[in-house]
C-alpha cells in the first residue's frame, strides 16, 4: 500500500487537513495517510524543515512526504517535487524539504507546473489542497515527476546552522522544542565524540548549566539534564519538567557544551 505523509501548520480545528485527505482520496483510494504532525507554528519553516527531519526515515521506501508550511502561497514561489532514492517530497520551494532531502540521494526535481495535475480552479491561499495534495496522490499512485513540470536545478535552501568549536568546548543552538518542553539542539554525537570521553556539562546563557547524561532519569526529578534524544541531537531537558519555560529556551538560543 501507498503511503502519503502529511505535516503542515494547519492544525486540527479546521477543514483544511481534512480536505486535502478528500483529495488524495478522491485520486487514490488505496493509500494510507499518516499525520506527522499540524502543530507546526504557523509559518515557521525550519520548525517544519526539522519536524521532516526528524521523522521521514521512519516510513517505508516509496513514501511520499508532503509539507505545506508555505508563508508565500500564491505569490510567485515555485512548488517542487524531489524523486530521492528512497522517497518522494512535495512542498513550497521554501527550503522546508531541504533538510531531509540534502541527507537523501537526489535523483530528480521538478517544478509543479503541469496544472492538469492541480484540483480546479485552485485558490490562491490552499494550495496544499490544490496543488500539492493531487500531486501526492498521483505520485503515490505510480506517475512519473517529468509529468509534473521542468526539471530545477537550482532551488531554494535552508542552511543548516553548524555547530562550532571553540577552545572551551562546541557552540550550537536550540532547533526545536518539543510538546515536553525539551529543547533540541544542533550538537549531535559527532559533535560530541570532539570533545572526548570527559563527563560534559551544557552552559545556557542565563548561566545555568546541566550535566549530559543518557537518559532523563539520571537526574533527580526537577533537575535539569542534557542527552541525545531520539533525534539523534543533543536536548536539554528537566525530569518530568519544562525545560523550555524554566530557562527560556526557543528557536536559535545559543548552547554550549563544555
Known amino acids: 500500500m501507498a503511503v502519503i505523509t502529511l505535516t503542515t501548520d494547519f492544525g486540527n480545528a479546521n477543514w483544511f487537513v481534512g480536505s486535502m485527505k478528500g483529495v488524495i482520496l478522491g485520486l487514490t483510494p488505496q493509500v494510507s495517510i499518516v499525520d506527522i504532525s499540524h502543530e507546526v507554528p504557523p509559518g515557521d519553516v525550519r520548525a517544519a524543515a526539522f519536524t521532516l527531519l526528524a ?26 517535487a524531489v524523486r530521492t532514492a528512497d522517497y518522494h517530497f512535495v512542498g ?31 485558490s490562491a491561499t490552499f494550495h496544499g489542497r490544490d496543488v500539492f495534495a493531487p500531486v ?10 517529468d509529468a509534473l513540470g521542468p526539471t530545477v536545478k537550482e532551488y531554494q535552501r535552508l542552511e543548516w546552522p553548524i555547530p562550532q568549536q571553540t577552545t572551551a568546548g562546541v557552540t550550537g543552538q536550540v532547533l526545536s522544542v518539543d510538546r515536553f518542553g525539551n529543547a533540541i539542539t544542533n550538537i549531535d554525537a559527532t559533535g560530541l565524540a570532539t570533545l572526548g570521553g570527559r563527563e560534559l556539562t551544557v552552559v545556557l546563557p542565563g548561566g545555568q548549566t546541566c550535566p549530559v547524561k543518557k537518559f532523563y532519569a539520571e537526574v533527580e526529578a526537577g533537575k535539569p ?8 541531537y543533543l536536548e536539554i531537558a528537566i525530569n518530568t519538567g519544562h525545560a523550555a519555560k524554566q530557562f527560556n529556551l526557543q528557536v536559535g538560543t545559543p548552547i554550549e557544551v563544555r
Open 136 to 145: 501526492a496522490a498521483r505520485l503515490a499512485g505510480g506517475l512519473l515527476l
Open 92 to 122: 513550497p520551494d521554501n527550503g522546508v524539504l531541504l533538510w531531509a532531502v540534502a541527507r537523501e540521494k537526489v535523483l530528480e526535481v521538478r517544478r509543479l507546473e503541469n496544472t492538469e495535475m492541480f484540483r480546479q480552479p485552485v
Open 55 to 80: 521523522s521521514y526515515r521512519c516510513f517505508p521506501r516509496l513514501t511520499v512526504h508532503v509539507v505545506v508550511v508555505d508563508p508565500g502561497v500564491g505569490s510567485s514561489r515555485p512548488a517542487i
Open 225 to 232: 539534564i542534557a542527552l541525545l534524544g531520539s533525534t539523534g
